[in-house]
């Protein structure tokens, strides 16, 4: 038969140790939990990084797209003008008003290069604004993930300690009450 000061110390001895387990399970999982919230940063970094690769290949796409548009351009325009010199010189056109004609169409010839050129940048500027903002949200998220790390890392050791000092504080309480009721035999408190 057990006597009451072994079921008692036994009893502690079980208060213990679940209490110690909870608390390692606390600490645990707030571990755990902060290294989901890193992985999600790595995460979110690496988000960050290919915006603006993706960013950088599409604008040297546009850029390159353009220069291609610029060079087929270039040369329809010199067949157009090859082709328009002919015609006047076949109908016997010279000197002021076929110059005259062959300004005009000189000066709307760049105007359409210098355009071709415009909508390329204002595109390659909207891409790579994008992939910046795109960047910058993804570091934000990262930062806040980062964040969300600590704050679970934190939780878990005070929910751990809280749980180490609510086990002690048991464990004296049933000690005292034990003790008070004469269980460990008379004068222990002194």
């Known amino acids: 038969m057990c006597t009451p000061t072994a079921l008692i110390v036994t009893s502690l001895a079980l208060t213990a140790y679940s209490g110690y387990q909870q608390a390692k399970s606390q600490r645990e999982a707030g571990n755990a939990q902060g290294a989901y919230y890193d992985a999600q940063a790595r995460n979110k970094e690496l988000e960050a990084e290919y915006a603006m690769k993706i960013g950088t290949k599409q604008s040297e796409i546009v850029q390159d797209n353009a220069m291609l548009q610029g060079k087929s351009l270039k040369k329809q325009q010199a067949i157009f003008n090859a082709s328009n010199k002919a015609r006047m010189a076949s109908m016997g056109l010279e000197g002021v008003t076929a110059e005259d004609v062959i300004l005009s169409d000189y ?17 390659s500027w909207s891409i790579m604004t994008d992939a910046g903002y795109g960047r910058w949200t993804s570091l934000n998220e ?26 002690a504080t048991s464990m004296v309480g049933t000690t005292l009450g034990f003790g008070m009721q004469g269980g460990f035999g008379k004068g222990w408190l002194k």
Not at 107 to 123: G, P, S, V
């Open 107 to 123: 000066d709307e010839q760049r105007l359409d290069e210098y355009q071709l050129r415009h909508n390329a940048d204002m595109k």
């Open 142 to 167: 990262a930062e806040q993930n980062r964040y969300a790390g600590q704050n679970a890392r934190y939780t878990g050791s005070v929910n751990s300690r809280n749980t180490m000092l609510g086990t």
